[in-house]
């Protein structure tokens, strides 16, 4: 899925925004399981537009002189 989204180019729409967590419950053999946001821990996911495009090894841009890097990296 990451790589469709990627792809199709729509991963800045459905990529950003806060990370979901499962908080998980024991009570004696029975598990219940709640979704939750983790924006009280600021882990905010943060999609650029330059990840569209991965950057290109150093090593490989030194070997080809007309070879320049992705936008952004």
């Not at 499962?22 to 709640?34: A, S």
């Not at 600021?42 to 999609?47: A, E, H």
């Amino acid at each position: 899925r990451f790589f469709d989204v990627r792809r199709w180019m729509i991963a800045m729409d459905v990529l950003n925004g806060f990370n979901k967590a499962m908080k998980i419950t024991k009570t004696g053999n029975n598990y219940t399981y709640n979704k939750i946001d983790v924006e009280a821990a600021g882990r905010r996911r943060s999609f650029r537009p330059e990840m569209y495009l991965l950057p290109i090894y150093r090593e490989e841009i030194t070997k080809s002189p007309k070879m320049i890097q992705n936008p952004g990296w």
